[in-house]
């Protein structure tokens, strides 16, 4: 039996529905077809602006609910074939508060699982991270699933959240080894485009070097801008969630990344030419108190076993995804008082 699940005409479930990912999957669903998409979220991370432009859609339906409750998952899952379970913490809400990033990461992810088992769900498909492979001086050239986790080197916060996605992969696996539950695992790696949201630590390079070329500063570079980063646009990995439902595969994780890797210090110049131009960055030496994502040298986060097991490729470039995010951001700025 296959265990590709069709998205026209059924039933999907987001936990953790109200964010950047989920209101662009839920997107991405219903254009597909989707008979309904349910947007399930307790509000401590969402927002509904996020999800505002989605909200006259009647086949979505929000859901107030939190992933430590247990009912309230068996509820919203009720009749659903597919699953995307997003909700987490990720570094920086796991540095401010380990203990509660710890519970939604690890016994969320079980809850989750375990309301997918009892109301007979098709395919869960669990949004993993990049952080699998850990950060430090261990990570360099290419990324591929099968890697071990680097821990040596790297921010308590950043070791804590990676092994929780590595803890939620393998709950996963479990779940499919006792009770036959299909599903996929997408690494992401640093998520950014329209709605984007100041919470993620590598994607505050691209908010805060735009707000401050807007504001006439001069972006800030940490080090020599030498760093790697790797980013994915949103809309792209709305794709990448879609896709992995409908694909045959099972049991399997594989990364979502964008098309390339790219320097910090390019990062920053780029934002700063799309963003219409502004002043030369300014180097900065590193802050040891913030917390920090970093490898120490060149990686890149290859994607091609999810072109070969669910037929994924990102197609927006940097260049283009961040025109797309300042169009979406100079069209929702407040318009001053008069």
């Known amino acids: 039996?296959?265990?590709a699940v069709p998205i026209q005409g059924n039933r999907f479930v987001i936990i953790g529905g109200a964010s950047l990912v989920g209101s662009a999957t839920a997107a991405e669903l219903l254009d597909a077809g989707a008979g309904e998409v349910v947007l399930f979220d307790n509000f401590a991370f969402g927002s509904e602006e996020a999800i505002a432009h989605l909200r006259d859609n009647p086949r979505l339906r929000?859901?107030?609910?939190?992933?430590?409750?247990?009912?309230?998952?068996?509820?919203?899952?009720?009749?659903?074939?597919?699953?995307?379970?997003?909700?987490?913490?990720?570094?920086?809400?796991?540095?401010?508060d380990p203990w509660g990033g710890l519970d939604v990461n690890v016994r969320g992810v079980q809850n989750a699982l375990e309301a997918c088992r009892v109301n007979k769900v098709r395919k869960a498909v669990f949004a993993s991270s990049n952080a699998v492979y850990g950060y430090g001086p261990g990570v360099k050239g290419d990324l591929v699933e099968g890697m071990p986790f680097h821990s040596a080197g790297s921010p308590p916060a950043a070791v804590i959240y990676g092994a929780t996605k590595i803890i939620g992969e393998a709950l996963c696996a479990d779940y499919r080894k006792k009770h036959g539950l299909d599903y996929v695992?997408?690494?992401?790696?640093?998520v950014y485009g329209e709605r984007q949201h100041y919470r993620a630590t590598n994607a505050l390079y691209i908010i805060e070097t735009l707000d401050k070329v807007r504001r006439g500063e001069r972006p800030q570079v940490l080090g020599d801008g030498s760093e790697t980063k790797?980013?994915?646009y949103v809309g792209d990995l709305a794709r990448a969630n879609r896709m992995a439902f409908e694909a045959a595969a099972t049991g399997v994780a594989v990364n979502a990344s964008g098309p390339a890797p790219v320097t910090t210090l390019e990062l920053v110049r780029l934002v700063t030419k799309m963003a219409g131009g502004g002043p030369e960055p300014e180097f900065i030496p590193e802050d040891p108190g913030r917390v920090r994502l970093?490898?120490?040298?060149?990686?890149?986060?290859?994607?091609?076993?999810a072109e070969r097991l669910i037929g994924w490729t990102p197609r927006v470039g940097m260049e283009?995804?961040?025109?797309?995010?300042?169009?979406?951001?100079d069209g929702n700025e407040p318009?001053?008082?008069r």
């Open 320 to 329: 283009e995804g961040i025109r797309r995010l300042i169009a979406w951001r």
């Open 62 to 96: 929000l859901v107030r609910g939190d992933v430590m409750r247990l009912p309230d998952l068996l509820q919203a899952l009720e009749g659903a074939q597919g699953a995307l379970l997003l909700a987490a913490h990720m570094t920086l809400s796991m540095d401010r």
């Open 230 to 232: 790797h980013f994915v």
């Open 1 to 3: 039996m296959t265990a």
């Open 185 to 190: 695992v997408l690494r992401y790696c640093t």
């Open 335 to 337: 318009k001053p008082a």
């Open 294 to 305: 970093t490898t120490g040298g060149a990686f890149d986060i290859r994607h091609d076993a």
